[in-house]
């Protein structure tokens, strides 16, 4: 194949987790398909999703507390490992919110290496540090800088003067309609709604969602909300949930493959205060079930097609988003029109589509 003898790695906290976590290991297997010498450096030692590739894992197997000395001389193998492989482009998506974290990184980790970050959230302390005018410089001299979204990079990274940005947006794999179905016996085929992904209330908002469910009254009429994930908030929201009345319409799963979940779902919702591209819509649109979301940068304008595909609530009231609920579920023939079009609206982002995407980039960059 034409790409086989260059080399790209992928740099990322872990392969679990998340959506930005679940792009790259996606991510991965899109290149391993092109032809690309694929491999993955993992800071965590985290594994949850599948890969292609040869992978690195500098994570800490038994977790041993860390000084700044020994973790340097951690993560300079990391630079062995480069150099060793002949790395000819490092595709970076770690979150970067410490200035001079990232200095270092850029200048000796990654130092004659060709770079591209990804921006995976509006959330320009995660990707810009605290520095983000400093910063920007660093990213100037990068190949490329790759947003998920055009929000991101139309709309936030022109602002601190990157103009080496273009978006590429996560891809979703067609092959999820086939997981095989996990019996779920708290929940109700079709009568039930579903939000998931990381419990941690300060970005997913759960306790908005919560609050719209119980205003709606749909548990009255024994619709159930599902919440699925793990995360640092999970014990806090069910001692919430255990002094309302809809108490015992709200299902709490663990963290598990959710797709067969998702595929059973009467629609899936998203609360967050932010995101970068909100996979949880696009793979439950690829499943054909509809979804109801804020109106958030970044991301839900560039999948959900309002009244098409979903509903988009334009402010974070708890009555408005109560009332799309309602709508939602008490409104057959839209519900039933947007799930019609659920699969369709987001063909562009399947991966073949995504696939050609960064391989034009790439071509561009390691030729």
């Not at 490092?90 to 980790?109: C, G, P, S």
């Not at 598990?256 to 793979?283: D, H």
Request: charged share 20%.
């Amino acid at each position: 194949m034409q790409n086989t003898h260059k080399k790209i790695c992928i740099v990322t906290i872990s392969l679990a987790k998340g959506g930005a976590e679940r792009s790259c290991a996606m991510l991965s297997e899109m290149l391993y398909a092109e032809g690309y010498e694929v491999h993955i450096a993992i800071l965590n030692n985290e594994i949850d999703y599948h890969y292609k590739g040869t992978l690195f894992n500098l994570g800490n197997r038994k977790k041993p507390k860390e000084n700044i000395a020994t973790r340097t001389k951690r993560l300079l193998k990391l630079r062995k490992y480069l150099k060793k492989n002949k790395i000819d482009l490092i595709i970076d998506h770690r979150t970067k919110n410490d200035y001079y974290r990232e200095l270092f990184y850029h200048n000796v980790l990654y130092k004659g290496f060709k770079k591209i970050y990804v921006v995976h959230s509006a959330n320009t302390n995660l990707y810009l540090t605290k520095q983000p005018k400093k910063f920007a410089k660093e990213y100037s001299l990068n190949v490329a800088t790759v947003g998920v979204s055009d929000y991101i990079s139309k709309e936030i990274l022109p602002q601190y003067r990157i103009h080496n940005a273009v978006t590429i947006h996560n891809a979703f794999d067609p092959s999820w309609a086939t997981s095989e179905a996990i019996v779920a016996p708290e929940l109700k085929p079709h009568n039930y709604i579903l939000s998931y992904g990381r419990i941690d209330d300060t970005v997913k908002d759960f306790t908005f969602l919560i609050n719209a469910f119980t205003a709606s009254n749909l548990w009255k009429d024994g619709v159930q909300l599902a919440i699925l994930g793990n995360g640092p908030d999970k014990e806090m929201l069910q001692q919430f949930v255990a002094s309302l009345p809809s108490h015992n319409q709200i299902v709490f799963l663990p963290q598990q493959n959710p797709f067969p979940i998702v595929s059973k779902a009467q629609f899936v919702t998203l609360t967050s205060r932010f995101e970068g591209f909100p996979m949880v819509l696009v793979e439950a649109l690829s499943l054909s079930v509809p979804v109801v979301s804020l109106d958030i940068v970044s991301g839900p304008s560039e999948i959900i097609e309002h009244r098409k595909n979903g509903l988009l609530v334009a402010k974070r009231n708890v009555s408005l988003f109560a009332e799309a609920l309602l709508e939602m579920h008490n409104n057959d023939i839209l519900r039933e029109f947007c799930k019609a079009n659920s699969k369709a609206s987001v063909s562009q982002f399947s991966i073949s589509e995504i696939s050609k995407k960064w391989n034009q980039i790439l071509q561009h960059a390691v030729r």
